[in-house]
DNA sequence: TTGAAAGCGCTAACAG
DNA sequence: CTGTTAGCGCTTTCAA
């Protein structure tokens, strides 16, 4: 191990290949990452060069490459939860689209906190990445200011905003097929022109356009929606089954079918329905905005809408690749698992 | 928005924030990053600077700092995949725990590949991080190996290492336990004698010990397990689904009662159960080394096991806050959702 | 109490 | 084809 060239507890430099290659760093630094032919190195000492860097176990140093250009190539991407298979292939599928253009992705979970969302944008700023997605984000134009004021492209996911692109998927039409499916799974159990029951979910642009999509449908099959019959709870699956008790209190028997926005929400759902006994021995029919394979061959009576995760990160690094756009919403279809 | 002095497309520095105050850059950077009191500079300055970066919306670049000094305050970890509770709620809890200690957590997602592994341990040794932490990693040693030469610190969790400490479920014990409880479930509708089915698992440390907590249960109870009932055949579902039904083709019958190691091969076996029909109207009891409570909520016949997840981490960052130690294991009990 | 100056490891501009 | 030099933004002696 020829290390006389570097001093002992610190890493190896450049410089410390320089001299153990007889070469400048320059031809060092240009030799590791790539700009070697543009300057016409020889191949001889190219080859020298990565054959001592790969003995000595030398690995580059980003925080002092990136503070010298001007791109980190660094991106940053901000998630709400790890709790279910939305985000989860979210995440995966953004990691591994960001490694495919040679940037790092840094990934952090907001735990739906919106303090702990800005706090993280902060840091990955500080971080000096290139690009934020905001995904799922409580309050994705705070984020998007904050960007702006440091001059860093921010871009929207699953949740829009205002001041920012944003790729969704398309909640309106996806609940409006869903609620479609629901009705015609339930007809024969469900009192003719009773509506479903809306689960779950907190008052933002995609429950919103859920709910209408979930009004559409019945209008479209000439049934009226009572209001009461939307509990727009939150994602929280105690919420969920606390007010599916209140309601039963209140109005006693319970729609035979029903709408729930999240596997999140779902399990508030079935843990009411097992409990209480409600339902007896005919469970209602439920359809679920969201997708667990799971779930999906374990159970007879959900049916599970998925959304297009590959499409939306396909549109997403569009956006990436090209110039900064300005803010519009790219709206995906959803999708069933046949 | 007195920017004057700072050029157009740049970022603000501390050097545009001591113009701005009219205090030196040292001072501005003490104050922003709390040596001040140290330096004993005058609460009135101290706000003043304060004051100014915050309307400045000024952010610290860490790229800089952490090139200047020793520590980059980044805590890095590799996981497989971002598809179920354990690993989601292992990484949950790694970031806000890394927060809290003032790390900055990089979390990157490896899809089980040795060769990826490989080239994200190399990436956040690149990127600087102090500690690195290998969670569930195919091959532990070779990425402790990496860091070492590197000066890094590393950690190995949920799969352990020979060249750094670990901390890991008690997978013997756990499936002992399991197995127990499964035997226990399904002795009315076994063959008396008749030993469980063991479904999942690629030949690692983990399942080793997983089967040999559930040939453990199965000696303790009296019962010969044939090595045909162990089905290690990897986390893919569809290759559990094959598996099973290989050895129905083969044996005819298959036991009652099975050990399934986690929710992946899990979908597996209740498609194939599904669909062929196996079971008729009797469907096996299955006890699952893994826990998602939707699933726990939505069967009735299904035994969860559930790693402790906290008491993990808390082992973890124990010895990350403590001096570096030799390997060693540290094996942390499993639990039952009750 | 405070400031000037050096330098972390790398890259890019400018000379040969 | 290759080397010298300056400087990215910050922290840390050292000097005042």
């Given at each position: 191990?020829?290390?006389?060239?570097?001093?002992p507890?610190?890493?190896?430099?450049?410089?410390?290949?320089?001299?153990?290659?007889?070469?400048?760093?320059?031809?060092?630094?240009?030799?590791?990452?790539?700009?070697?032919?543009?300057?016409?190195?020889?191949?001889?000492?190219?080859?020298?060069?990565?054959r001592?860097?790969?003995?000595?176990?030398?690995?580059?140093?980003?925080?002092a490459?990136?503070?010298?250009?001007?791109?980190?190539?660094?991106?940053?991407?901000?998630?709400?939860?790890?709790?279910?298979?939305?985000?989860?292939?979210?995440?995966?599928k953004f990691?591994?689209?960001?490694?495919?253009?040679?940037?790092?992705?840094?990934?952090?979970?907001?735990?739906?906190?919106?303090?702990?969302?800005?706090?993280?944008?902060?840091?990955?700023?500080?971080?000096?990445?290139?690009c934020?997605?905001?995904?799922g984000?409580?309050?994705?134009d705070?984020?998007?200011?904050?960007?702006?004021?440091?001059?860093?492209r921010?871009?929207?996911?699953?949740?829009?905003?205002?001041?920012?692109p944003?790729?969704?998927?398309?909640?309106?039409?996806?609940?409006?097929?869903?609620?479609?499916?629901?009705?015609?799974?339930?007809?024969g159990?469900?009192?003719?022109?009773?509506?479903?029951?809306?689960?779950?979910?907190?008052?933002?642009?995609?429950?919103?356009?859920r709910?209408?999509?979930?009004?559409?449908?019945?209008?479209?099959?000439?049934?009226?929606?009572?209001?009461?019959?939307?509990?727009?709870t939150?994602?929280?699956?105690?919420?969920?089954?606390?007010?599916?008790g209140?309601?039963a209190?209140?109005?006693?028997?319970?729609?035979?079918?029903?709408?729930?926005?999240?596997?999140i929400?779902?399990?508030?759902?079935?843990?009411w329905?097992?409990?209480?006994?409600?339902?007896g021995?005919?469970?209602?029919?439920?359809?679920?905005?969201?997708w667990?394979?799971?779930?999906?061959?374990?159970?007879?009576?959900?049916?599970?809408?998925?959304?297009?995760?590959?499409?939306?990160?396909?549109?997403?690094?569009?956006?990436?690749?090209?110039?900064?756009?300005?803010a519009?919403v790219?709206?995906?279809?959803?999708?069933?698992?046949e």
């Amino acid at each position: 191990m020829a290390k006389e060239s570097k001093a002992p507890g610190r890493r190896m430099t450049i410089y410390d290949l320089a001299t153990l290659s007889g070469a400048s760093p320059t031809a060092v630094s240009s030799v590791l990452n790539g700009t070697w032919k543009k300057r016409r190195i020889s191949v001889a000492l190219a080859e020298r060069i990565t054959r001592i860097a790969d003995e000595q176990g030398y690995a580059l140093n980003m925080q002092a490459s990136g503070l010298r250009r001007d791109k980190s190539h660094l991106i940053g991407m901000i998630v709400p939860k790890y709790d279910n298979r939305y985000f989860g292939s979210i995440v995966e599928k953004f990691e591994s689209m960001a490694r495919d253009r040679g940037l790092f992705p840094i990934v952090t979970c907001t735990q739906r906190d919106s303090e702990l969302e800005i706090q993280a944008a902060r840091a990955m700023i500080a971080h000096q990445v290139d690009c934020l997605i905001a995904t799922g984000a409580t309050d994705p134009d705070r984020i998007t200011e904050i960007c702006a004021a440091a001059g860093v492209r921010s871009l929207n996911l699953d949740l829009p905003g205002r001041l920012a692109p944003s790729v969704i998927s398309d909640n309106r039409g996806g609940a409006n097929a869903l609620t479609q499916r629901i009705l015609a799974a339930s007809a024969g159990d469900r009192v003719p022109g009773q509506p479903l029951l809306y689960v779950g979910g907190r008052p933002d642009h995609n429950t919103t356009e859920r709910i209408q999509g979930f009004r559409d449908a019945h209008s479209e099959a000439g049934i009226a929606v009572d209001d009461t019959m939307i509990l727009a709870t939150g994602y929280a699956p105690e919420k969920a089954e606390r007010a599916l008790g209140e309601l039963a209190a209140k109005h006693g028997k319970l729609p035979a079918a029903m709408f729930v926005s999240s596997t999140i929400p779902l399990e508030g759902v079935i843990r009411w329905i097992k409990a209480s006994g409600h339902f007896g021995d005919c469970p209602p029919h439920i359809g679920c905005f969201d997708w667990d394979p799971l779930v999906s061959v374990l159970t007879e009576n959900i049916i599970m809408l998925r959304q297009d995760v590959p499409g939306m990160l396909q549109e997403l690094f569009k956006m990436i690749d090209s110039e900064p756009a300005d803010a519009r919403v790219i709206e995906v279809p959803t999708l069933f698992q046949e």
